[in-house]
């Protein structure tokens, strides 16, 4: 069996470097690399529905389109999972079931404050699940360390 990474993918610039490295990763290991969304999440708010699912689910087709579009021609097997969770169960979900050996997400630069305040998925995830977690910042933020 092929060695399974994660990807978290929302289409932000985080997301977009998250991507970049796994696929990179994928290259070196000849891994498999499985772009995932995850359109779940709160479903009420004071007991008002939110955006419908079927719209949630819609944007993340497009966005799992939109991450296959951007590593075409790269050589590495990707797949396009879409998950009916919130970001951080969903991701460790889909590495439960493709036993994969690693999460990569992408950060969006939050204070550990403010990403524990908001409830960033990267911060979820490295103090929820048994999965290794690469965090990826943006390339932006990767220029300005350099």
């Known amino acids: ?23 990179e990763l994928a290259r070196k290991l000849s891994a ?34 939109e991450a296959r579009a951007r590593v075409a021609g790269s050589g590495v097997a990707i797949e ?18 493709h036993s994969a050996e690693m999460i990569i997400v992408g950060t969006h630069g939050e204070s550990p404050i403010s990403g524990f305040l908001l409830g960033s998925t990267a911060y979820k995830l490295v103090h929820t699940t048994t999965t290794p977690v690469m965090v990826v910042p943006t390339a932006e933020r990767q220029q300005k360390a350099a």
């Open 1 to 23: 069996m092929a060695i399974s990474i994660v990807v978290g993918y929302d289409g932000s610039d985080g997301a977009r470097a998250a991507l970049d490295e796994g696929v």
């Open 32 to 65: 498999r690399v499985l772009v995932a969304y995850a359109y779940g999440g709160p479903k009420s708010y004071a007991g008002a529905p939110l955006t419908p699912r079927a719209a949630l689910k819609e944007v993340g087709e497009k966005l799992l389109d």
């Open 80 to 97: 396009q999972i879409l998950v009916d969770e919130s970001a951080a169960e969903g991701l460790q979900s889909v590495a439960r079931r």
